[in-house]
């Protein structure tokens, strides 16, 4: 007997899995779809992850020039071609140098612009929790005020019934004092 061959016409394996049938993606969505399918397929399979390029730098420049190029006569007709090349790799590591001077002065002004909002968000924070606190000082206290108050009149109905227009008078400016508390803290319109 020949080898075993498969759907996929593999000879020698067996079974196992059937051919895909071949999808090609119409929108970038779909593509990204089938890729998670496949990387769903085997979740213990590890998923290649690329590392990040390294950013490009220019070469260090040359400690000691072995070919110094003078003006002196027998220079051959490759040497210009030498110091076009060294001029060209000098231009571009002075380029990169001060792409990266520009760049670390616009981090370290990001970095400035960051902090001071952050300060200032807290400057706004305090200022307003100041005011929630103080606000609700001002309501435990007329809440304080009004139960007092109630007290009051509880005991005095209690002890003595004659006193009738003391009480009028009383309960006069505590309806006062309530109406000094429940006074809002702002004025609509106002600013």
């Not at 992850?49 to 220019?58: F, G, L, M, S, V």
């Not at 760049?103 to 001071?116: F, I, M, S, T």
């Not at 606190?133 to 003595?160: F, I, Q, T, V």
Request: positive net charge.
């Amino acid at each position: 007997m020949a080898a075993q061959t498969h759907k996929n016409n593999k000879p020698g394996k067996s079974g196992g899995k059937e051919a895909q049938p071949l999808i090609l993606p119409k929108t970038p969505a779909e593509e990204q779809r089938l890729k998670l399918e496949r990387l769903m397929r085997n979740p213990d399979k590890v998923a290649p992850i690329p590392e990040r390029q390294k950013e490009w730098a220019p070469r260090a420049p040359p400690e000691f020039v072995r070919d110094v190029m003078g003006s002196s006569a027998g220079a051959g007709s490759g040497e210009f071609h030498v110091y076009r090349h060294l001029r060209r790799r000098e231009y571009q590591r002075q380029d990169f140098l001060d792409k990266m001077a520009a760049k670390q002065g616009k981090d370290v002004d990001y970095l400035k612009k960051l902090e001071q909002n952050q300060v200032e968000a807290e400057e706004r924070t305090a200022k307003r929790r100041k005011k929630r606190e103080k606000l609700k000082l001002k309501k435990l206290l007329a809440k304080k005020a009004k139960m007092e108050g109630k007290e009051k009149k509880d005991g005095d109905e209690d002890s003595d019934s004659s006193g009738e227009e003391e009480r009028k008078e009383e309960s006069g400016e505590e309806e006062q004092k309530e109406d000094d508390a429940e006074t809002p803290s702002f004025i609509m319109g106002r600013k």
